[in-house]
């Protein structure tokens, strides 16, 4: 059973910061490229920001410098952390774990940024 549970969201404020958290299981995380993609009400889902086996790393141009995407393959989690938010950032967040043609989604996670 592949489980990707994600955790960290929540209100905050323009300019706050998040760190979000998805844990996995049922999968072999280390050989994965994990991603955290968003969806906002009427849009479709989009890459956030992505990582490799490897750690390499890839951004949305909206969120690069701004947002860290990181994995600890010990603790089998990936995560976002989020600077500097915005509220055009606001979105549920999903995790993803992907390889070759694997590909799975976590439930996701409710972000929301306003004063």
């Known amino acids: 059973q592949v489980q990707l549970v994600e955790s960290g969201g929540g209100l905050v404020q323009p300019g706050g910061s998040l760190r979000l958290s998805c844990a996995a299981s049922g999968i072999t995380f280390s050989t994965y490229v994990m991603g955290w993609y968003r969806q906002a009400p009427g849009n479709q889902r989009e890459l956030v920001a992505d990582i490799t086996a490897k750690g390499t790393t890839n951004y949305a141009d909206s969120v690069k410098a701004r947002f860290t995407i990181s994995r600890d393959n010990t603790k089998n989690t990936v995560y976002l952390q989020m600077n500097s938010l915005k509220p055009e950032d606001t979105a549920v967040y999903y995790c993803?774990?992907?390889?070759?043609?694997?590909?799975?989604w976590g439930q996701g996670i409710q972000v929301t940024v306003s004063s």
């Open positions: 993803n774990a992907r390889r070759t043609s694997l590909n799975f």
